[in-house]
């Protein structure tokens, strides 16, 4: 049963920084795309940035500059370092695994506020 666990969400201040990690027990992790995704409450899901299996990098235009997304295929592991962050940027955050209709994790709560 493929697993895809975030962590890494949490309370921070605007300004500040979190780095969210995705560890995914897919076999041949290097050979999928992987992405982040949010949902803020009342809005729809929202792609963040997504990393191809060979490091090209895409990020939502709310997000360039300030968010990082990376990868460890040794680790199977998906990262999105998050700085400068916004009280706009507080949503519940879901590591994606192989596209839309891919895999999905359960998501991580990142609020930003004062």
Do not use: H
């Amino acid at each position: 049963q493929v697993q895809l666990v975030e962590s890494g969400g949490g309370l921070v201040q605007p300004g500040g920084s979190l780095r969210l990690s995705c560890a995914a027990s897919l076999s041949r992790f290097s050979i999928y795309a992987m992405g982040w995704y949010r949902q803020a409450p009342g809005k729809q899901r929202e792609l963040v940035a997504t990393i191809s299996p060979g490091g090209d990098t895409n990020y939502a235009d709310s997000v360039k500059g300030r968010f990082t997304i990376s990868r460890d295929n040794a680790k199977n592991t998906v990262y999105l370092q998050m700085n400068i962050l916004k009280p706009e940027d507080t949503a519940v955050y879901y590591c994606n695994g192989g596209g839309v209709k891919g895999y999905w994790g359960q998501g991580t709560q990142v609020t930003v506020s004062s």
